[in-house]
């Protein structure tokens, strides 16, 4: 069984998932991040590949990657930073980003490394469903990593059960269709995911954008199995003197 | 058939199979969020595009509103010079003086059909920016036009001639600011706007349809280029066509009734910048590599990671960092010659249009004027060159010139 089966099948509610940018706030934050994150409750880590276009983030997100890119992030230096970090990192690492870097370092390179130093899972917002199931589901699959889908409030029924379907590890649902770190109407938020939730989807649901507050993450706690929390975390350490304290006065806000 | 996407497995050079793909290169490489406004459009692109009333629309403004067809012109002094027939396709005389106008007017129609009550759109020059703003104010809709902030600086007259026509224009202040920050930013809005809005995006790249759905819109020159050289030659075909490619529009639609002749030699020219291997060029098919760029597989300037690289041309129409997968294939197939052409090459070749036959052209046509210096032409060859655009917006860069020339 690997890590995110094993989480869902102890815990499954009020999951936390944080996103982290890889290189952030400084090149070698990385690490002393997900140990911050991992002492201080989060449940899953979703660490992001920076990338110079990232068409599904929102500006906070996009902001840390550039400051990223600019401190010398690349696929390689961070493979080179998490070598050992099963060493000391429990919880579930999923790996996020966009397609064009992960084909420019070699997909199944990308792939085999990932799950070699112990990455569970891969989010690509970019690979759409049909080449996912031509060309590169096999290569996942043989290495062992489960592959995250998103879907939105657009999305439609039969799409989610087939992105469902597609899907291992959790469905990644959007809370709204928009841009990371926007504010929600959460009433609306919580009929789409009362909608979802009808559906008696196969796998647990984590919904994603616009959780930033202990509010919102209960609220889309109710109707789900957690939440994924980006942008208000990224603005909470961004200028942070003590990544370890910011990171546990912030998962405390959320949490408690 | 003209009004079907093939089924063929590769597709052809002209048409896309059915999931987007030329060749190796297209798809619809997008996040979850645009899928359904996407899919939308290439379920319905077709259907609309081909619809009798459409069609009348759509040829009656071609017609009335921007002044087509374009005429094919016979260059008798750039002729002699090259020792050879050259007819240009005047595309700089339609209304807003290029191109552009013929895909925005199709989009901005096929918007309404879906019912849209808003538009969005890139701009790099301001050229796309103004024939959709243009566009939009015929029809009275709402327009919302994305460009970098350093492409505001730039291009003050295309920024302002927006503004008149209504459109809102937004800096796009991320990343490296110019035309592919824009068409992120524009793609975001799409994203937060999923109900009411279309996104016209201006050259053939983009997820499937766009690349398809703008190379019809704009294969309307290479139409009249068929009879208008019957007229003047007596033969449908030329030796050669000739067009600058930055994301590929305008050579898309010159090349497009003629991809499947395969007598007659298409040659597609970038944009070298300061030099091919200067660090500051946007020759994609030379510096690029596979990859994907705004939602399609293409060949993309990119760095060793994976990173978008900024490209550098001195005319921001081809300024941009990949090429479409139509181009792409092209010249994967070999069906293409690509050339390009220097900064300086491209501003020399406009001097000797505007000395020769006394048009002042665009700086990315330009760039294809440039390339007759490349060719070699025999005295019987008929070559058309697609003169893109016109100079109007240029005249800030050849006044430079002229001024360093008169010191």
């Known amino acids: 069984m690997n890590r995110l089966e094993t989480l869902f099948k102890t815990k499954d509610q009020e999951i936390i998932n ?11 934050s990385t690490l002393p991040v997900m140990r911050s994150l991992q002492q201080s409750g989060a449940d899953i880590i979703e660490l992001g590949m920076p990338y110079s276009d990232p068409l599904a983030d929102g500006p906070v997100i996009q902001s840390s990657g550039s400051t990223a890119l600019r401190n010398g992030m690349t696929i390689a230096k961070l493979f080179e930073q998490l070598r050992d970090f099963r060493k000391e990192i429990a919880i579930p690492v999923i790996l996020m980003g966009y397609m064009n870097p992960v084909l420019q370092f070699g997909f199944e390179k990308f792939c085999k490394t990932a799950a070699a130093i112990g990455v569970d899972g891969l989010i690509l917002p970019d690979l759409p469903e049909r080449e996912f199931e031509t060309e590169y589901r096999a290569i996942i699959q043989k290495h062992g990593l489960d592959f995250i889908f998103l879907v939105t409030p657009e999305t ?22 928009s841009i990371t770190g926007k504010d929600k109407d959460f009433k609306a938020v919580e009929k789409y995911l009362q909608r ?3 559906l008696k989807l196969k796998n647990p649901v984590l919904v994603g954008f616009g959780i930033k507050d202990r509010q919102t993450f209960q609220s889309a706690s109710k109707y789900a199995n957690g939440a994924i929390i980006g942008t208000a975390y990224i603005q909470a350490i961004e200028s942070s003197k003590n990544i370890e304290a910011t990171t546990k006065l912030f998962l405390e806000s959320v949490l408690k | 058939m003209i009004n079907s996407i093939t089924s063929f497995n590769k597709g052809t050079y002209k048409q896309p199979n059915i999931f987007g793909y030329f060749g190796n290169f297209g798809g619809a490489y997008i996040p979850e969020m645009l899928h359904r406004n996407v899919e939308e459009l290439a379920t319905r692109y077709i259907d609309i595009m081909y619809e009798e009333f459409f069609q009348k629309d759509y040829h009656a403004l071609l017609k009335d509103y921007v002044g087509r067809p374009s005429p094919l012109y016979f260059a008798t002094r750039l002729s002699e010079k090259y020792k050879t027939k050259i007819y240009l396709k005047r595309e700089d005389l339609n209304h807003t003086g290029a191109h552009k106008i013929n895909n925005a007017i199709g989009q901005v129609l096929l918007a309404l059909r879906l019912g849209k009550k808003r538009i969005i759109a890139e701009t790099g020059a301001g050229q796309h920016g103004v024939a959709t703003a243009t566009v939009c104010a015929l029809k009275g ?13 730039r291009q003050a007259p ?8 209504g459109a809102k224009v937004v800096p796009a202040t991320s990343g490296s600011q110019t035309l592919k920050d824009a068409t992120n930013e524009a793609i975001r809005d799409w994203i937060n706007n999923p109900n ?16 398809d759905m703008v190379a019809r819109f704009q294969s309307v020159i290479s139409e009249e280029m068929r009879w208008q050289l019957k007229e003047h030659t007596g033969n449908e075909l030329p030796s050669k066509i000739i067009a600058c490619v930055g994301g590929g529009s305008n050579a898309a639609g010159a090349f497009y009734h003629f991809l499947d002749d395969l007598s ?32 399609s597989k ?9 990173q978008i690289i900024e490209p550098h041309s001195i005319s921001a129409g081809l300024d941009y960092p990949g090429i479409g997968p139509m181009h792409a294939h092209l010249f994967e197939s070999g069906r293409a010659k690509f050339l390009s052409a220097k900064d300086d090459e491209a501003l020399q070749a406009a001097f000797e249009l505007t000395k020769l036959e006394g048009i002042i052209p665009a700086l990315e046509s330009a760039h294809a004027l440039a390339a007759l210096k490349q060719i070699h032409f025999k005295p019987n060859d008929i070559t058309v060159l697609c003169l893109s655009g016109r100079g109007d917006k240029d005249l800030n860069t050849y006044m430079k010139v002229m001024n360093v020339n008169a010191e």
């Not at chain 1, 944080?18 to 070698?28: D, S």
């Not at chain 1, 039969?158 to 590890?169: C, M, P, Y």
């Not at chain 2, 009411?196 to 690349?211: E, K, L, N, R």
């Open chain 1, 18 to 28: 944080v996103y982290c940018t890889a290189g952030f706030p400084e090149l070698e």
């Open chain 1, 156 to 177: 439609s029924e039969e799409r989610v059960r087939k992105l469902d379907k597609l899907s291992t590890g959790f469905l990644y649902a959007v809370s709204s269709s």
């Open chain 1, 196 to 198: 979802l939730q009808n």
């Open chain 2, 141 to 153: 809709v709402e327009c919302v036009v994305y460009m970098g902030v350093k492409d505001i600086e």
């Open chain 2, 158 to 165: 295309n920024v302002a001639r927006m503004k008149m026509l």
């Open chain 2, 196 to 211: 009411d809005t279309h996104y016209v995006i201006g050259s053939v790249v983009g997820p499937h349809p766009y690349p």
């Open chain 2, 264 to 295: 007659v030699e298409l040659i597609a020219v970038e944009a070298a910048g300061l030099g091919v291997h200067s660090g500051h060029s946007a020759a994609t098919t030379q510096l690029g590599k596979p990859g994907i760029l705004h939602g």
């Open chain 2, 298 to 306: 293409s060949l993309v300037m990119q760095t060793d990671d994976g």
